[in-house]
């Protein structure tokens, strides 16, 4: 299973027991046009039906990384980028996969770039129980926290940049990488943190090249509910936000979270917040009025309309 040579890309995967849908992820790397890449699964080696569904691939081009506990998302990834022998790495969550072109599309991107440190994302195929949405609706922008936080509109999917659909130089990972440690918003803290590197650009190719999975039934941290360690985040990094996407975020990200959960005493406070420390445009403060006055399925049809 393990490859000398040094490839283009390492394929960096975490997985936490989910052997089935690890498979599949896999798979849909290894059978990518582009050729000259390695896949590194960095897993926990206790996990006894993963060791057996990654044992029954022979595939040289296949490492894996063990670790003797479970990581975060975060110290996974970067344990995959130090162990990584490519010039590139891109990420692939467990559950999500990708169609065959898409390492071939955006290398060509990335090849072209003028930026020293590109960073190159993609649309997706969101997944969801009520059916198939290609996101994002809009390219990306700057500033780049409020192309990510900050809606203008009730649809879902304006502005996104999925882990799965992310790939950098090892070198840029090397020097900024996942911060350890946090239990959500891994992939946005990232992004808002390298971006501000000199020489750092997004660069995107406006197809879908990925497929994200949304289904309610399965475990996710990142859509967990977790309202106050989001609020806790955003106030962390409000030096790497404007007041628009700190409004944004609060509206659509803790909101909604804090409105699912019923945690009504959180309203006042989360709408003083906005206004105060953001600086929310009118369909900000609807969203967050929406999130808890406006009844879920109605909200659901919205967004994804």
């Not at 040094?6 to 990518?32: D, K, M, N």
């Not at 022979?58 to 996974?76: Q, V």
């Not at 649309?123 to 198939?132: F, Q």
């Not at 780049?144 to 840029?172: D, V």
């Amino acid at each position: 299973m393990h490859s000398t040579a040094s490839p283009v890309v390492s394929v960096v995967i975490p997985t936490v027991e989910r052997p089935e849908l690890l498979l599949r992820a896999v798979h849909s790397a290894l059978q990518q046009t582009f050729r000259d890449l390695e896949v590194i699964v960095v897993f926990n080696r206790e996990e006894k039906d993963t060791v057996t569904a990654l044992e029954s691939i022979s595939s040289p081009r296949l490492r894996l990384l063990p670790f003797p506990k479970r990581l975060d998302g975060s110290r996974a990834r970067n344990e995959g980028a130090r162990a990584a022998r490519g010039e590139w790495v891109a990420f692939l969550d467990d559950d999500d996969l990708w169609i065959p072109e898409k390492l071939e599309r955006q290398l060509a991107l990335a090849w072209m770039s003028d930026s020293v440190e590109p960073i190159i994302a993609c649309k997706v195929t969101a997944r969801t129980p009520s059916g198939d949405y290609v996101w994002p609706r809009k390219l990306p922008s700057e500033p780049l926290s409020e192309y990510l936080f900050a809606r203008n509109s009730w649809r879902q999917g304006e502005g996104l940049l999925q882990t799965s659909t992310l790939l950098a130089h090892r070198s840029l990972l090397l020097t900024v990488g996942f911060q350890e440690g946090l239990r959500k918003h891994q992939d946005w803290d990232w992004l808002l943190r390298a971006v501000k590197l000199p020489g750092v650009k997004i660069e995107f190719v406006d197809e879908p090249l990925a497929i994200w999975n949304l289904e309610k039934s399965r475990g996710s941290v990142s859509r967990s509910h977790d309202w106050r360690g989001s609020l806790d985040w955003i106030r962390d990094r409000r030096n790497l936000v404007t007041g628009r996407a700190y409004a944004g975020f609060i509206a659509t990200q803790i909101a909604s979270q804090a409105a699912r959960q019923k945690q009504w005493k959180a309203f006042f406070p989360l709408l003083t917040e906005m206004l105060h420390l953001g600086k929310p445009k009118a369909i900000d403060i609807l969203l967050l009025f929406g999130m808890w006055f406006v009844p879920s399925s109605l909200r659901e049809r919205l967004r994804s309309s």
